[in-house]
Nanobody, 127 residues
Framework: QVQLVESGGGLVQAGDSLRLSCAPSGRTFSMHTVAWFRQAPGKEREFVAVIRGSGDYRDYSDAVKGRFTISRANAKTAAYLQMNSVKPADTAVYYC????????????????????WGQGTQVTVSS
């Protein structure tokens, strides 16, 4: 059984940096499309960033563009979310999601199109 394991969350101050990791465990498989979503208390889950293939395509939500970077070495290795200049509005549980196949634009922004999810990691940004 394939699972995704996130790590790297924690409590930081506004303006700090944080790096989240998303790694597959169990049976290794090729995750062509990997995305990060987040959910703040009382709010719906929202798309944060996506990477396809080995990084030939990336996209970000307007809320994080220019501050966050999604990366990975290839489709079988861990994916990362580098979070710079974090704000209190970034406080949420962050989830990674993966799909072995390509998820076309703009459908990768919809979490219902992913079959594999991690358990989530809490990020709290204090002002």
């Amino acid at each position: 059984q394939v699972q995704l394991v996130e790590s790297g969350g924690g409590l930081v101050q506004a303006g700090d940096s944080l790096r989240l990791s998303c790694a597959p465990s169990g049976r290794t498989f090729s995750m062509h499309t990997v995305a990060w979503f987040r959910q703040a208390p009382g709010k719906e889950r929202e798309f944060v960033a996506v990477i396809r293939g080995s990084g030939d395509y990336r996209d970000y939500s307007d809320a994080v563009k220019g501050r966050f970077t999604i990366s990975r070495a290839n489709a079988k290795t861990a994916a990362y979310l580098q979070m710079n200049s974090v704000k209190p509005a970034d406080t949420a549980v962050y989830y990674c999601a993966a799909e072995p196949s390509v998820i076309e634009t703009p459908y990768y922004r919809d979490g219902r199109n992913y079959d594999y999810w991690g358990q989530g990691t809490q990020v709290t940004v204090s002002s």
